[in-house]
């Protein structure tokens, strides 16, 4: 049977996440340098939007860059910078085309100033489209997310705009990078390591988690799929028992 056929179209994830891991033992294994990994990382990534799209799927979110990747080789940074810009560029006509919205997140400020204008000016012609909201995570990391709210919260009960008993989950959503977008359903991790990499941990605190031994560049659509299909055979309870689960779906 086609994995695709297997898709219960109504109990798709609304948010799915990526860890694209795996690219420099890919490129390693084919003898070439980290960033030819990086380059063949994005036909998986074109799939993998093209997966989503076609299965309704609402908001993708890319792990592209962490702050801590910045401690890398200059060489490899620089080069991740500048295959940032021409891959922009390149697949704008694609985002256009399948009207996806682009959206960034993260210390976007540390960017080459090149690379940032770019990238606004992507998110700028894209902020139209609402089929897809694509979000890349750049010089990202969870907790410094988490940190930058508390503190925008704290001088927000400082300055009288809010009071300390006001401050709830909602409070909280409303000052992180990504409160334009749905808590994280199905997050995914290629290339066979079962760790979060400080990504998201807030927003997946009830994603179901779906690790790979597939490398980076070798993710096709069918492997967003199956991800998206085990995600399905899940029984998703929310803090609820199982018992809780099925009286609520029968009232469904």
């Known amino acids: 049977m086609d994995i695709l056929s297997q898709i219960d179209r109504t109990k798709v994830p609304k948010h799915v996440a990526i860890i694209m891991d795996g690219n420099g033992r890919w490129a390693k294994k084919q003898g070439m340098a980290r960033i030819f990994g990086h380059k063949n990382g994005l036909k998986a990534v074109r799939e993998s939007l093209e997966a989503a799209g076609e299965i309704g799927t609402k908001a993708v979110t890319l792990y592209a860059?962490?702050?801590?990747?910045?401690?890398?080789?200059?060489?490899?940074?620089?080069a991740l910078m500048s295959l940032l810009v021409q891959s922009l560029k390149?697949?704008?006509?694609?985002?256009?085309?399948?009207?996806?919205?682009?959206?960034?997140?993260?210390?976007?400020?540390?960017?080459?100033?090149?690379?940032?204008?770019?990238?606004?000016?992507?998110?700028?012609?894209?902020?139209?489209?609402?089929?897809?909201?694509?979000?890349?995570?750049?010089?990202?990391?969870?907790?410094?997310?988490?940190?930058?709210?508390?503190?925008?919260?704290?001088?927000?009960?400082?300055?009288?705009?809010?009071?300390?008993?006001?401050?709830?989950?909602?409070?909280?959503?409303?000052h992180l990078y990504t409160f334009s977008l749905p808590d994280v359903d199905l997050l995914i991790r290629t290339s066979g390591e079962q760790r979060i990499?400080?990504?998201?941990?807030?927003?997946?605190?009830?994603?179901?988690?779906?690790?790979?031994?597939?490398?980076?560049?070798?993710?096709?659509?069918?492997?967003?799929?199956?991800?998206?299909?085990?995600?399905?055979?899940r029984e998703r309870r929310f803090g609820?028992?199982?018992?809780?689960?099925?009286?609520?779906n029968d009232k469904n």
């Not at 860059?65 to 940074?77: A, D, I, Y």
């Open 65 to 78: 860059f962490s702050t801590e990747n910045w401690n890398r080789p200059k060489l490899e940074v620089d």
């Open 90 to 174: 390149k697949e704008l006509p694609t985002f256009q085309k399948n009207d996806i919205k682009v959206n960034a997140i993260g210390r976007l400020s540390q960017l080459p100033e090149k690379a940032l204008k770019v990238l606004n000016d992507i998110i700028d012609v894209t902020k139209t489209n609402s089929s897809l909201t694509l979000t890349l995570s750049l010089s990202y990391g969870s907790r410094e997310e988490i940190v930058n709210a508390v503190k925008n919260i704290s001088k927000k009960v400082v300055n009288n705009e809010i009071s300390v008993e006001e401050i709830d989950e909602n409070i909280i959503n409303n």
């Open 197 to 233: 990499s400080n990504f998201l941990l807030w927003q997946i605190a009830y994603a179901e988690l779906h690790f790979t031994n597939v490398l980076w560049p070798d993710f096709r659509r069918d492997d967003f799929y199956k991800a998206v299909v085990e995600y399905q055979n």
């Open 240 to 248: 609820k028992t199982s018992e809780q689960i099925e009286n609520l």
